[in-house]
């Protein structure tokens, strides 16, 4: 897969040295396991590959970064002060994707949305953010009890796929007491009950 459309400006091999220099093995294992799901679910629903590609590979890009770093990029981005009362697990998508336009020069609005709605997805999602949301929940490495029907439904089925990903994710937070990010609700309303 070499990169022709300059979202990235550098070749493949090169974003793969800035991500691995930027978090830990076991993640950057993940990463390269969501590019593969990524480009394989890109080519099955006509998206971009490129595009699913390079987003798939900074999707997690500032996942180790400090809480002190996600809320300097808040307040010098002007981001939305709700922002501060929530911790890394919606950072480092939203604010994460500042990260990579600033460090990576990667622009691009479809690529930089993509990353900002991987964890919890949206009311409104394009079929690259759907790429990359059920890419992250499927790829290779992941071994949850129920992995193998989220696969099967995600080569079939993107759409399926979100709202089986979104539905399993809640069930996993309600049944840990963890808090719900709002907008998670928002993605459960729009993609899993039947209004
Ligand atoms: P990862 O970055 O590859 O681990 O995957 P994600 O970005 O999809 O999720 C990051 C973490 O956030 C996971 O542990 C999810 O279970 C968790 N998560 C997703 N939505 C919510 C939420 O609404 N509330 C809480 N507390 N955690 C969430
Ligand atoms: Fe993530
Ligand atoms: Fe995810
Ligand atoms: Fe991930």
Do not use: C
């Not at 970064?65 to 002060?81: G, P, T, Y």
């Not at 809640?170 to 007491?177: D, G, S, V």
């Amino acid at each position: 897969l070499e990169y022709q459309k300059g979202y990235f400006d550098g070749t493949r091999r090169e974003l793969l040295a800035k991500v691995q220099q930027s978090v830990g093995e076991k993640r950057y294992r993940h990463i390269l396991g969501v590019e593969s799901a990524a480009v394989e679910l890109a080519r099955l629903n006509d998206v971009d590959v490129e595009k699913a590609s390079i987003a798939a590979l900074v999707h997690d890009y500032a996942k180790e970064r400090s809480a002190e770093e996600f809320k300097k990029v808040i307040h010098q981005k002007n981001l939305d002060k709700d922002l501060l009362n929530w911790g890394n697990f919606i950072w480092h998508g939203v604010v994460g994707a500042e990260i990579i336009a600033n460090e990576l020069m990667i622009n691009d609005i479809e690529i930089l949305n993509a990353v900002r709605r991987h964890t919890v997805g949206a009311i409104t999602m394009t079929q690259l953010d759907k790429v990359v949301y059920v890419a992250d929940f499927v790829e290779k490495g992941r071994n949850f009890p129920d992995v193998d029907i989220a696969r099967t439904i995600a080569f079939n089925d993107l759409d399926q796929a979100v709202s089986f990903e979104t539905k399993h994710t809640l069930q996993y937070l309600l049944a840990a007491n963890k808090v719900i990010y709002p907008a998670a609700i928002k993605t459960y309303n729009r993609w899993v009950t039947a209004q």
